[in-house]
């Protein structure tokens, strides 16, 4: 059983940075493709990036809404994912949402994933 916790989330200004991390235990992120979803005010879970695992080629995927302007990293020694966000835009502002799964594809949908994190709240806001 895989178990993710993400951090780092906070309130922030229009065009600030912020990093997300996600630690997992119980198996390797190495093995899993790993991925960022967020949940907008009112709105269905969305696809932020991921990574796939590293037997299939680590991979990044982003969403057309944040290519640019987010980077999602692997640190296999510290078994962890980054999600390094620049220039915040106010419509940026939800619950973060780390994700696993061990597949060979890149799954963009929320419902592939098997393992999930707490969330964790951006807020971006002057």
């Known amino acids: 059983q895989v178990q993710l916790v993400e951090s780092g989330g906070g309130p922030v200004q229009p065009g600030d940075s912020l990093r997300l991390s996600c630690v997992a235990s119980?198996?390797?992120?190495?093995?899993?493709?790993m991925a960022w979803f967020r949940q907008l005010p009112g709105k269905e879970r969305e696809f932020v990036g991921s990574?796939?695992?590293?037997?299939?080629?680590?991979?990044?995927d982003y969403a057309d809404s944040v290519k640019g302007r987010f980077t999602m990293s692997r640190d296999n020694a510290k078994n962890m994912v980054d999600l390094q966000m620049v220039s915040l835009k106010p419509e940026d502002t939800a619950v973060y949402y780390c994700?696993?799964?061990?597949?060979?594809?890149?799954?963009?949908?929320?419902?592939?994933?098997?393992?999930w994190g707490q969330g964790t709240q951006v807020t971006v806001s002057s």
């Open positions: 119980g198996g390797l992120v190495s093995t899993y493709t």
């Open positions: 990574i796939s695992a590293s037997w299939i080629g680590s991979h990044i």
């Open positions: 994700a696993a799964v061990r597949t060979a594809g890149r799954p963009i949908n929320q419902d592939e994933y098997l393992y």
